[in-house]
């Protein structure tokens, strides 16, 4: 894919400057308008993406295969209804086109200057979704579709790793009806696919968890087998109450003596804080966002304070991190890891000793809240563990907290 983009000649709109997963010199040539330029030099004073634009700027500065368009705001023979900014870029890149190169593309994800674009007959993609880099994101498995017996049978006898998986990775084998007829995960040790096995998680403390698709069935495995597990996803994937449930019947049966939550109690953005919390640093994290999502996971905030009082559960915001140690015997879970950036993640890491279990889960695709996060630890974790024998990741699809949640993703 990516000597395929180096060949290109690309005409971007500003929404892809300003995408982190841009990168300039991947590409043979890069046009850009003026009107982008101006955009991004206003955006330098947007608290909420100043670091984005920057960043923009300084790559496009030191970048020798850039052109600026200064000019071909206007297409001949069409009128748009206003000439706004989108409309002014789209006009230089249609000229850029038409009179100086024809291998040019208009890259965007602007679904409307896209259209716009189509109708001019003006080559275009859309940057984010239409350029594969979406399917870069690591997910922690593969489906496939073996149609036939045959197949199949032949999968089963040779064992053969001919989609690739890395060390860890999960396949998902359906028939050509894209019914689920095995679950696998690939091993480098023994070069062989091993069945995903799991069985229902279950405590005094915590309703029982029976998994509901192929996805947290996978989860399920990873958190039994690997020292470090990995789940994100939408809202109302089930990440937390997965991730609660195999611990706390871990602390039931006494294979883990307390459970180390970690967690940055940033607010939701675009919105305003309360204000000062009275108490003790315990009591003002269960007044914050993680005291709500522990209370409605185990239903009852009296057994939530029981827990901590008794030793088996820790709260510790991710400013107080730097110090602390945790045991081979107790467990590391990171909630809402999306709200870390990297450095935070690797202090986070390096804080457990040899042996303890480690659980990372957040939305690093939609819920970020932090402002300017320039490195997503969540990512970077994947980034430097995929295919270790340590780790698994497993992105859950499926919403099961409500019809209205999983429509919800759409606003």
């Avoid at 593969?142 to 149609?147: A, L, M, N």
């Avoid at 045959?150 to 998902?172: C, D, M, P, Q, R």
């Avoid at 974790?381 to 209205?404: A, H, M």
Wanted: hydrophobic share 35%.
């Amino acid at each position: 894919m990516q000597e395929e983009r180096k060949t290109l000649k690309v005409f971007c709109d500003t929404n892809v400057l300003l995408n982190q997963k841009f990168n300039i010199h991947d590409y043979q040539k890069v046009y850009i308008s003026i009107v982008s330029i101006e955009e991004l030099d206003k955006l330098k004073r947007d608290e909420r993406i100043s670091y984005q634009a920057r960043t923009a700027i300084k790559n496009i500065k030191s970048a020798n295969n850039v052109e600026i368009i200064m000019n071909g705001a206007n297409i001949c023979g069409v009128m748009f209804s206003n000439q706004s900014n989108d409309n002014m870029i789209l006009s230089m890149a249609y000229t850029t086109y038409e009179n100086n190169d024809k291998e040019m593309i208009f890259v965007s994800d602007d679904y409307n200057l896209i259209v716009k674009a189509q109708a001019l007959g003006l080559p275009c993609k859309m940057f984010e979704f239409e350029d594969g880099k979406s399917d870069e994101i690591y997910t922690g498995y593969k489906e496939v579709c073996i149609s036939s017996d045959e197949e199949l049978a032949k999968h089963y006898e040779t064992s053969e790793n001919k989609w690739g998986l890395l060390n860890n990775e999960y396949l998902i084998i359906r028939d050509k009806d894209g019914n689920v007829v095995d679950k696998q995960k690939w091993n480098d040790k023994s070069f062989t696919f091993i069945p995903v096995k799991y069985k229902p998680f279950k405590s005094i403390y915590f309703p029982d968890f029976k998994p509901r698709d192929e996805y947290q069935i996978l989860a399920m495995e990873s958190l039994i087998n690997n020292d470090l597990t990995l789940l994100f996803g939408k809202a109302g994937v089930a990440k937390t109450m997965i991730s609660l449930s195999w611990i706390m019947q871990n602390i039931h049966t006494g294979k883990i003596g307390k459970c180390v939550i970690i967690f940055n109690p940033a607010k939701l953005r675009n919105n305003e804080q309360l204000g000062f919390y009275s108490g003790s640093r315990t009591e003002k994290l269960l007044q914050n966002s993680i005291g709500g999502i522990l209370s409605s996971k185990f239903g009852d905030m009296n057994l939530v304070e029981s827990l901590i009082n008794n030793g088996k559960l820790m709260i510790i915001p991710t400013s107080d991190i730097r110090g602390i140690e945790i045991s081979e015997n107790d467990c590391l879970f990171v909630t809402e890891g999306q709200n870390t950036d990297a450095y935070t993640m690797r202090t986070i890491i390096q804080r457990a000793k040899e042996g303890c279990k480690i659980i990372i889960e957040g939305d690093m695709l939609e819920q970020q809240d932090l402002r300017n996060c320039r490195d997503n630890g969540m990512q970077r974790i994947i980034d430097v563990f995929k295919g270790t024998e340590y780790f698994s990741c497993v992105k859950l699809k499926n919403v099961y907290r409500s019809p209205i949640a999983d429509i919800a993703q759409n606003i």
